[in-house]
């Protein structure tokens, strides 16, 4: 294994170094400076853009407010007028916000031995840390003061950590299993856009006895087919994460019994009558470990689910694809491609059903992407071989 990244700067005229902690994989800052209370926003939002981080050594509440003067000062900036053509504004619009992340993750927190925040008024992080990070060894020793640094972490990450730890133990209601809630762990995408989980639930089932649930992420698929009375469900990931959260998930809404959850990439051994998968829905290349959920680079995970698929049914089973149009109004990727897609691997389409997203973003006109998200429709196509 490869040893975790270190950041290193100088303070009180002593040279030192912490481990750097990054869930978007940003590497560790070249050049750190120590600052507190009497920081200025003004100074501090200087230096985030020259590519300096500043170590926070003061009030922890000042510094959530430093960081939302830093946000004030990015976006009263004049944005660029998007290019007419939907991929290049697509294109555009990721690399402002990707410089927006940057300039905002050059706030940077400590952590102690056993993830705590040694500041003034800090809220006690430990367990949303131990979430993300795994928890401190048994014999980490408590290191009260104000230098007793052994991680540090972008303030910005530390406040999505402490929000994926709340919403995880609120958990997301789902209409489809009844009003019983889906509780994502961090890291693994949650099922707050409910329509495509209401697609799975409406579509006639081919078979009761066996389904594949591919890429299952939080196991809200696989719970939602088991609730209708599937007798065995197979669902699978890849991430370490994904497995632990479908598992907890599953057993907590009681179809355990039911679900089985194995680590694969894509499908189980054997086939079954029904396969379902829901992948990334944008053909674009993650910047961050954390967009795999969303940017699928190359259609890999969609055109491996249906080049695979044919040989993992078993006669007059279907394949249920649960896709966005989103990447056909951003231009990345035309219907034609996709239903080529289909011929090429075997596939022919029995039904197709649809729905137009429910989410805020669709109706934000203020939104670069607005028209584009206005006209997204997430279908279930069902798919059956043709040999």
Excluded at 8 to 29: I, K, L, M, V
Excluded at 85 to 101: G, L, M, S, V
Excluded at 135 to 142: I, N
Aim: include cysteine; proline fraction near 9%.
């Amino acid at each position: 294994m490869n040893a975790p990244p270190v950041v290193e700067w100088t303070e009180a005229d002593e040279a030192r170094s912490a481990r750097w902690r990054s869930e978007n994989g940003a590497p560790p800052p070249r050049r750190i400076m120590i600052a507190d209370d009497r920081m200025k926003a003004d100074a501090a939002y200087k230096l985030a853009c020259e590519g300096t981080a500043l170590l926070w050594r003061g009030d922890f509440h000042n510094a959530r407010q430093l960081l939302t003067a830093l946000t004030r000062r990015i976006d009263r900036r004049p944005r660029k007028t998007l290019p007419d053509d939907p991929a290049q504004a697509f294109h555009q619009h990721r690399a402002a916000q990707n410089q927006r992340a940057r300039i905002l993750g050059m706030l940077l927190i400590p952590l102690d031995a056993t993830h705590a925040v040694p500041l003034h008024r800090a809220p006690d992080v430990r367990a949303a840390c131990a979430q993300a990070y795994g928890p401190p060894p048994a014999d980490a020793p408590a290191q009260p003061g104000p230098h007793r640094t052994a991680s540090v972490v972008s303030l910005r990450e530390l406040l999505g950590l402490i929000g994926a730890y709340e919403w995880r133990k609120k958990g997301v209601e789902i209409p489809a299993l009844g009003g019983d809630r889906i509780h994502p762990h961090y890291g693994v995408f949650s099922p707050a856009r409910g329509e495509y989980v209401d697609l799975v639930a409406a579509a006639p089932l081919p078979a009761q006895d066996l389904a594949f649930d591919i890429g299952t992420g939080t196991g809200v698929l696989a719970s939602v087919l088991a609730r209708r009375g599937v007798r065995r469900v197979v669902a699978t990931d890849q991430d370490p994460r994904a497995l632990a959260c479908a598992r907890e998930n599953t057993e907590r809404l009681g179809v355990a019994g039911q679900v089985t959850v194995v680590e694969a990439d894509l499908f189980p051994e054997g086939r079954a009558p029904l396969v379902v998968c829901n992948p990334p829905w944008v053909p674009a290349k993650p910047t961050t470990p954390i967009e795999y959920a969303v940017y699928d680079p190359g259609s890999r995970m969609l055109r491996g689910f249906l080049n695979g698929l044919a040989e993992h049914l078993t006669p007059g089973g279907e394949g249920w694809l649960i896709l966005s149009d989103l990447a056909e109004h951003l231009g990345l990727r035309p219907r034609s491609e996709l239903t080529a897609a289909f011929a090429s691997a075997g596939l022919e389409v029995v039904d197709r059903l649809d729905v137009t997203p429910r989410h805020p973003r669709a109706r934000d006109t203020s939104d670069p992407l607005h028209v584009a998200r206005a006209a997204e429709v997430t279908s279930l196509w069902r798919l059956t071989a043709t040999h």
